[in-house]
Nanobody, 124 residues
Framework: QVQLVESGGGLVQAGGSLRLSCAAS????????MGWFRQAPGKEREFVAC????????YYANSVKGRFTISRDNAKNTVYLQMNSLKPEDTAVYYC????WGVGTKSEGSYDYWGQGTRVTVSS
């Protein structure tokens, strides 16, 4: 059974940094494109970033480009989201997702597995 477990969320002041981790218990992790999404209170879930299964390509939402960095360590079955220069509008529950042989997309429907989320709160 595939499990994705996010960690690293918390409370941080505006301008601060956090690093989220997503540990995947999935065979052949290197075959999965991994994505990060977020859902702010009262809003729909939105794409944040993704990294292709072969690490050849990364994509970012315009709202986080230049501030967030997605990376992966296939030896540890883990994907990371380094978040710098955090803003109050980054406050949300952050989810990681896995897409087998994915081409790298912001479409939620393309992802096969989802974690339970980790909460990030950025205070002003």
């Amino acid at each position: 059974q595939v499990q994705l477990v996010e960690s690293g969320g918390g409370l941080v002041q505006a301008g601060g940094s956090l690093r989220l981790s997503c540990a995947a218990s999935v065979p052949n992790f290197s075959r999965y494109t991994m994505g990060w999404f977020r859902q702010a209170p009262g809003k729909e879930r939105e794409f944040v970033a993704c990294i292709k299964w072969d690490s050849s390509t990364t994509y970012y939402a315009n709202s986080v480009k230049g501030r967030f960095t997605i990376s992966r360590d296939n030896a540890k079955n883990t994907v990371y989201l380094q978040m710098n220069s955090l803003k109050p509008e980054d406050t949300a529950v952050y989810y990681c997702a896995a897409d087998l042989w994915g081409v790298g997309t912001k479409s939620e429907g393309s992802y096969d597995y989802w974690g339970q989320g980790t909460r990030v709160t950025v205070s002003s």
